[in-house]
């Protein structure tokens, strides 16, 4: 069982980092594997909306780490995805790679439990948590909560680590994460199985 963690700060042993650190913790602890993805600080494209990825199967930009993060995201069985707060909302980094992940290959992290956290000096931290977890509600993704929002305050990894209720809620997070991924690998082995789903309906508002 492994679960990838995607860090989609511009800095790769900040504050995001840290919280993902003490996720990671509890999961090895619970023999989950693990692994963190940065997605680094190189320009990285939004989606161009080109539709080439329908018949590729992938991103048809090379030059940043989305394919890779979808050859990763193959063999993952879970997900967590950080960011900062950047103006009330997740960096534009992950937004940009999230999106361009999501719309070449969804079908990657379908029926695989997610869960999002944040990490903000001061305030946004909500609305930024929201705006990732929906990529799991867009995407039969199970999403995994804790003991209160994910979210950590500081503004720098010395700060977040004092944030005592953040780093407990992180490591929550982790067990619940691999409960459910236990739970789940349970129920294959007992047979079940995600539920087949009906032939998609598309309707651009009401036609
Ligand atoms: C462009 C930018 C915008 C930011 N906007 C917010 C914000 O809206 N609310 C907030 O509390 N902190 C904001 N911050 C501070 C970061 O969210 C905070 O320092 C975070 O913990 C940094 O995480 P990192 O080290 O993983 O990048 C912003 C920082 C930057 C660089």
Redesign the pocket.
């Known amino acids: 069982m492994k679960v990838l963690l995607i860090n989609g ?3 790769k042993k ?4 840290t919280a993902l650190c003490e996720i990671e913790k509890e999961l090895n602890i619970s023999g989950v594997e693990t692994e963190i993805f940065y997605i680094g600080k190189k320009p990285i494209r939004g989606c161009t909306a080109c539709a080439k990825c329908l018949e590729l199967n992938k991103c048809v930009f090379e030059d940043d780490g989305v394919n890779v993060a979808l050859g990763k995201a193959d063999k993952a069985d879970g997900f967590v995805f950080g960011s ?5 909302g997740a960096s534009g980094f992950i937004t940009s790679f999230l999106d361009r992940c999501f719309f070449a290959g969804s079908d990657r992290f379908a029926f695989k439990p997610g869960a999002a956290v944040v ?6 931290a909500t609305a930024a948590l929201d705006q990732l977890n929906k990529y799991f509600t867009i995407n039969n993704m199970p999403v995994v909560s804790s003991q209160y929002w994910n979210m950590v305050h ?2 720098t990894p010395e700060e ?1 680590v004092q944030d005592l209720e953040g780093m407990q809620i992180m490591r929550a997070l982790g067990r619940n994460m691999a409960w459910l991924l236990k739970s789940i690998q349970a129920g294959k082995e007992a047979g079940i199985v995600p539920p087949e789903p009906e032939e998609r309906i598309w309707t651009n508002f009401i036609r």
């Open positions: 700060s511009p800095s900040g504050c995001t980092y900062p707060v950047h103006y009330a990490s903000c000096r001061r305030g946004g500081g503004n977040v």
